[in-house]
């Protein structure tokens, strides 16, 4: 909890209980006319609406129809089984669904559960929730801003609103009469909803609360972006969906027909649903889930957090990657390299006081913390310069012309004006000649284009007649002279060169987006080796003049965005992805949320990234590294690889399963395959027997490959039916042993068939290994793939003669002769396969 204890003592608080605030009967009534300070809102209605959702799951629903089955007949043992086997279905998709409301949960906890405000004249604490407009707020050092509001009262207050604007300087508020209405308010008395306070107290008339808030506002547009699927999800679906019809509309005429044979309701059913479980494609999606956690695990141990499962595969189809330059592929670590006065008239000495004059007193932000150091080292002492001179008033930092200034006192009654920022727009306010103008410029681009962040700084003597009026911003920097400029070095992380190589050769393309001057962000973008040329860079301020048909073209062009705003990477993510492209954006604040949310891929920072920043992202960098979202397109392409062998041993294996529990009935033979028996081939087999794939390692070749086609079919046909006449020949071999050992009971001939069905999916696993070496062997690259081997192995004669399970499942030891023979059929069946080609790659996007 973010209380506020403002040190608001004396005459301050006399001046507070004058003002009264609102009384504690009109407070209610507004909360009921405005509703709770809520700037986000969980709507729970649609939360039981999807976890109902989450209980049709269709091999629930048939595990449990086959259950109600087994208790009509009275068979009490199977019921209970498949009705325990529901738990782990429901279990992935429940865990999965809480993940997804994480985001929208950080959110509404990041503004502080209790503020201060004034109440019936009183200061006290209220819940945030109930503040409503018109309070009035208490503000003090190291709180939140809980409302958006009008500063009435301020003693050297300074607010952060990075997360909301992105620009990283402490911007200072003056107080707005109170015979100013709220609406008239200027920007220098206006205070948000998410700031911090970082220096001084004051207190604040709450203009707007809840989602009328800038920060509800922001909110909102993360509430209502997509939460796309992402491509392989949306593969898996279509095929899982069509298999779900066409398992429902065989199981229906299987029914159909058994009846019109004379078999009984119950055995009809029996027959029906067990075709359906063999149909229904649930394991896809359960491996589909197991693959991805496994891979988020390794990432996690390389420092890469990931908050959705899907994108730890979704990053390797990816084909632009957004980048912030600050942190990313910088260190974020400022060092002021030089300074540069402007004219002979102005010694370095006076450069460097003027400097640290128009920082903050008590300075955070690392630029000002650079100029501080920087002036030590030249025997400027910036606390000895703060004793000499008073500061008498403090202009924020301005958004449109990025600048800032303050005027300060000596002790004599002098004055001086001092301001910095970017050049453009404290040059706006300096006097100068045509001819100094474009000397300053040269020497700004020179700096600029060595990869330096460039301040400038201006300053104005004055004397302190009329001092005492209040004076406007306009009024006080009214013919500055340029003192001169300094340029501060963010150094590129070391192995950012050869990651952004490994990128471009993987064929994925990378932009550049910063707030940063245009040759800077060109600097950077030449020193980390990034593929642009000088016609593919584009500021903020040109974006603002194109129409939406030209601002496409130009997201998708561009490789450099210098000057950017935040709500303007929204639209360059946006435009990118509605033409097609699989988009992953890099960010860290507050302001960034909306379009980390768009993103197919949101990744924060994690010592940098906010807490709503990090709670909206996919993927979470703990050490702000960027080699690490290298390390995880690598991770996706191997999880992929894997997850297409793993998916075509789970389609050939399915074929199996369909028509053993299909072919018995039409064959008029006894049921086959049992609920209780596929339960375990589903649900152990082959989830199991598909992690012998998971551990395989990814090819030489792998980043030297484009990104798949996410349009592309999930595996390829000639692949797909390789390993559907795998399933068939092992079906065919299975059904014909079964046939011809029902001599010796149904239970018998049960296992001696499902001998081959085990045998030929641990034949199935090996032939979709990668192969390697002269012969093309299948050679598996991962111990645990013995593991998972021996375990699918041993499973079936361990039922066998564990007596309770072998009831359950109605099975029976069988001979060593009829054991030689199921493996024998297994081994012929798939020998083909095993003998074949590997699988083919999938399409390509060009």
């Known amino acids: ?396 930092f301005d958004p449109i012309g990025k600048h800032m200034s303050h005027v300060w006192r000596y002790g004599d009654g002098h004055e001086r004006v001092v301001a910095k920022g970017a050049l453009e727009g404290v040059l706006e306010h300096c006097e100068a000649t045509p001819a100094d103008r474009e000397r300053i410029l040269r020497m700004h681009s020179e700096l600029a284009s060595r990869g330096m962040r460039v301040l400038a700084v201006a300053m104005r003597e004055a004397s302190a007649e009329g001092s005492g009026i209040a004076r406007s911003r306009s009024e006080d920097e009214t013919a500055l002279r340029l003192c001169g400029l300094l340029g501060f070095q963010d150094p590129l992380r070391p192995e950012v060169p050869a990651a952004i190589a490994e990128c471009e050769s993987a064929g994925i393309r990378l932009k550049l987006i910063t707030g940063d001057h245009v040759l800077t962000a060109h600097a950077v973008a030449d020193a980390s080796g990034m593929a642009h040329t000088d016609d593919a860079i584009i500021t903020g301020d040109q974006l603002d003049r194109l129409d939406r048909e030209r601002f496409a073209a130009a997201a998708m062009r561009c490789a450099v965005f210098a000057r950017i705003r935040p709500e303007q990477k929204y639209a360059i993510v946006d435009a990118l992805e509605r033409a097609g492209e699989v988009v992953a954006m890099t960010g860290d604040g507050i302001n960034d949320a909306p379009a980390l949310r768009r993103a197919d891929i949101g990744v924060s920072m994690g010592r940098r990234g906010t807490e709503v920043a990090r709670a909206v992202a996919d993927l979470v960098l703990l050490d702000d590294d960027f080699t690490a979202l290298v390390a995880t397109i690598r991770e996706g392409r191997r999880i992929f690889a894997n997850i297409q062998r793993a998916f075509l041993y789970l389609v050939g294996f399915k074929v199996m399963l369909v028509a053993l529990a299909l072919s018995a009935p039409l064959l008029r033979l006894p049921i086959l395959l049992l609920p209780v028996s596929l339960v375990w081939m589903e649900m152990i087999v082959h989830p199991v027997s598909a992690l012998a794939f998971e551990g395989e390692e990814a090819g030489n070749d792998v980043m030297l490959q484009p990104p798949r086609d996410p349009t592309a079919p999930l595996v390829e046909p000639a692949s797909a039916i390789q390993s559907l006449l795998t399933g068939a020949l092992l079906s065919a071999g299975a059904l014909a042993l079964y046939a011809l050992r029902l001599d010796r009971g149904v239970q018998y001939a049960r296992s001696a068939a499902m001998v081959v069905a085990v045998a030929g999916s641990i034949a199935m696993v090996w032939a979709g290994l990668p192969r390697i070496g002269r012969w093309r062997l299948a050679v598996p690259s991962a111990a645990r793939f013995w593991i998972v081997i021996a375990l699918v192995a041993a499973s079936l004669p361990a039922f066998m003669l564990i007596r309770p399970i072998a009831s359950v499942m109605m099975i029976a030891p069988i001979d060593a002769r009829d054991w030689a023979c199921g493996l024998g059929v297994a081994a012929l069946a798939a020998g083909w396969r095993l003998l074949g080609s590997d699988f083919k790659r999938p399409a390509m996007k060009p």
């Open 1 to 396: 909890m973010d209380d506020i204890s403002v040190p608001l003592t004396g005459q301050g608080d006399a001046a507070l209980r004058e003002d009264g605030g609102l009384s504690s009967a009109e407070a209610r009534r507004r909360l009921d006319a405005f509703g709770p300070n809520r700037p986000v809102r969980i709507r729970r209605a649609a939360a039981v609406g999807e976890f109902l959702l989450t209980l049709a799951d269709p091999m629930a629903l048939m595990l449990a129809a086959a259950a109600a089955v087994y208790f009509a007949l009275g068979q009490r043992t199977e019921a209970t089984v498949l009705l325990v086997a529901i738990a782990p279905v429901l279990a992935v998709d429940v865990i999965l669904e809480a993940r997804s409301r994480l985001a929208l949960k950080k959110l509404a906890g990041a503004v502080a559960p209790r503020a201060r405000a004034v109440r019936d004249g009183q200061p006290c604490e209220v819940p945030t929730e109930d503040l409503v407009p018109g309070d009035l707020m208490l503000l003090g050092e190291g709180g939140i801003v809980h409302a958006d509001a009008v500063v009435r009262r301020a003693a050297n207050l300074a607010l952060d609103e990075s997360q909301l604007t992105g620009e990283s300087e402490p911007v200072a508020k003056i107080p707005c009469p109170a015979a100013c209405e709220a609406s008239a308010a200027p920007a220098e008395s206006r205070i948000f909803a998410g700031s911090r306070v970082v220096a001084g107290h004051g207190a604040a008339e709450i203009a707007a609360t809840g989602e009328a808030t800038r920060y509800g506002n922001i909110a909102r547009l993360v509430g209502e972006a997509e939460l796309r699927s992402t491509p392989l999800q949306r593969s898996t679906g279509r095929m899982v969906r069509w298999v779900v019809v066409a398992a429902l509309a065989l199981s229906a005429a299987l029914f159909a027909l058994s009846i019109w044979r004379g078999a009984s309701p119950a055995q009809a059913f029996l027959y029906s649903i067990s075709l359906a479980m063999s149909a229904v494609g649930e394991e896809f999606l359960l491996v589909l889930t197991m693959f991805l956690s496994l891979g988020a695990w390794r990432l996690a141990r390389g420092g890469v957090l990931a908050r959705r499962l899907a994108s730890v595969e979704t990053l390797g189809a990816t084909t632009v990657i957004c980048l912030d330059k600050t942190g990313t592929l910088t260190r974020g670590e400022f060092s002021l390299q030089e300074h540069r006065p402007f004219s002979p008239q102005v010694s370095e000495a006076r450069l460097l006081e003027a400097a640290v004059l128009a920082c903050e007193l008590n300075a955070v932000d690392s630029m000002e913390r650079a100029i501080f150091a920087h002036c030590a080292e030249h025997g400027i002492d910036p606390d000895a310069l703060h004793a000499r001179w008073r500061l008498i008033r403090d202009h924020p």
